[in-house]
């Protein structure tokens, strides 16, 4: 586990079992498209243009099922269709910069499945989607929050669609079970005073916790905003001006400073892997983090992770003064450009992408690292068959997003990209700077975005 990723681990994990997910064969046949509630909606009228062919770029794979089940409904659409699809996959790290020289040069892919909030920064090159968008949240139950909130323009009160939100990959938190329990605690609890009680006895007990405080681009970002969002702060205020200094903020300073040492040393260094690297370990009891790590653990031929997987429990992270789950989650959003020659044959690919003989399938099959965006498939009967997982069904049902509560924008995942928010943590936590120091530093950092 030295140097396994959680890309790497989730890619093992699926070709271990050839494709096969945290389900067996029968209760995989059983949660493809059954249980999911269906209406009678017309679909929009989209005549293929004659001659048509599309090309389409996305991320690279998490899990092998993701290529596998993408591929091959890909396939499906060219054969019901006879349109031909070039289907291209890009690194993550590659795909952003690709997308920008997509929009400035008019040339390239038709369809690109991006991130989160990029058709924002797009809108004026995309075609409008709302057609599309209206149909499938009419036929498949609405669209949960954050779908609405990334795949409409800003200011259009979520009703122009921009683009089609096609899931998204959230972190609750996961946990040794009997660990929690020698710590006194029956399971993870929402109040933060008791959480904190939690991983101060489970540190006691030799089982520190582990929260990214490093560059690492989901896990520690999504500790620091969990750590603002579960005491009622926010980065950014609706009319689009930097909110870090607040008193909220200063509380959740104080709050990381007490739980830092209740917390594996090295955190402040950790990059994405390592709190998967430190729990497959059992050197750490309790962390944030994707399906990644119960899925290899329990698929795994070593005996000793398996018995960590029966020994950990996946849930919401502690909500705090939030009423929901201080959770947001990384979103796949497919833009289709002006450029195109095909819009109409584009957006019968995605219509058909989101079908549920299609889309149920897919989702099912990329073992709990998706989750949907249209309501009615979280009724799909997967979900269910394995309660470790059920958390990461609401990743989408959330109202936080990169930037919350500004409008979203160019500079709206700016934050992230430049760690602003975990320094701010990281200073304070360290004993490097005082709660009220660093909010005032990272404050006038996020006006060089934010400068309104």
Not at 167 to 188: H, L, M, Q
Not at 257 to 277: C, F, H, R, V
Request: proline share 6%; glycine share 10%.
């Amino acid at each position: 586990m030295d140097h396994l990723t959680r890309r790497q681990s989730l890619v093992l994990g699926a070709g271990a079992l050839g494709g096969a997910s945290l389900l067996g064969p029968r209760a995989r046949a059983q949660g493809m498209e059954a249980g999911v509630p269906v209406a009678d909606v017309k679909p929009p009228s989209l005549p293929i243009e004659k001659g048509a062919k599309l090309k389409v770029l996305r991320p690279a794979k998490f899990v092998a099922p993701d290529e596998t089940y993408f591929r091959a409904n890909t396939k499906k659409f060219t054969e019901t269709t006879g349109v031909p699809v070039e289907l291209d996959f890009i690194s993550w790290e590659q795909l952003r910069p690709q997308t920008a020289v997509t929009a400035n040069t008019g040339a390239g892919p038709d369809i690109i499945i991006g991130w989160s909030a990029d058709p924002q920064i797009y809108v004026s090159k995309l075609i409008d989607m709302s057609d599309l968008a209206g149909y499938l949240g009419a036929k498949y139950g609405g669209w949960f929050d954050l779908a609405t909130i990334y795949g409409t323009k800003w200011g259009s009160g979520g009703k122009q669609w921009i683009s089609i939100p096609m899931g998204g990959s959230s972190g609750p938190t996961v946990y040794r079970v009997s660990w929690v329990k020698e710590a006194g605690f029956d399971a993870i609890p929402n109040d933060l005073n008791q959480f904190l009680t939690l991983c101060q006895n489970l540190k006691k007990n030799g089982h520190p916790c582990g929260f990214a405080l490093g560059h690492a681009v989901g896990d520690a970002n999504g500790f620091a905003n969990w750590l603002l969002w579960s005491h009622g702060a926010c980065a950014i205020d609706e009319d689009g001006k930097v909110a870090i200094d607040s008193k909220e903020t200063i509380d959740a300073l104080n709050y990381c400073k007490e739980l830092y040492p209740t917390m594996i040393p090295g955190t402040t260094s950790w990059n994405d892997a390592s709190n998967n690297q430190a729990f497959a370990a059992g050197e750490i009891s309790v962390t944030f983090n994707g399906v990644s790590i119960y899925f290899v653990l329990k698929n795994s031929s070593d005996k000793r992770l398996n018995a960590i997987a029966a020994d950990t429990n996946n849930v919401l992270a502690p909500f705090g003064v939030s009423k929901q789950a201080p959770e947001s989650a990384l979103v796949v959003n497919a833009m289709v450009f002006k450029h195109t020659q095909y819009p109409n044959a584009a957006k019968e690919y995605l219509r058909f992408m989101m079908e549920a003989a299609q889309y149920g399938p897919w989702l099912s099959s990329c073992l709990g690292y998706w989750s949907e965006p249209l309501r009615a498939y979280a009724k799909m009967a997967f979900w269910d068959s394995d309660p470790k997982i059920a958390a990461y069904k609401a990743g989408m049902d959330t109202p936080y997003y990169d930037g919350y509560k500004g409008p979203i924008g160019a500079n709206s995942s700016a934050l992230a990209a430049n760690y602003i928010l975990v320094d701010m943590f990281a200073k304070v936590a360290t004993g490097n700077s005082s709660a009220a120091s660093a909010a005032k530093f990272a404050a006038n950092q996020a006006k060089r975005y934010y400068p309104g």
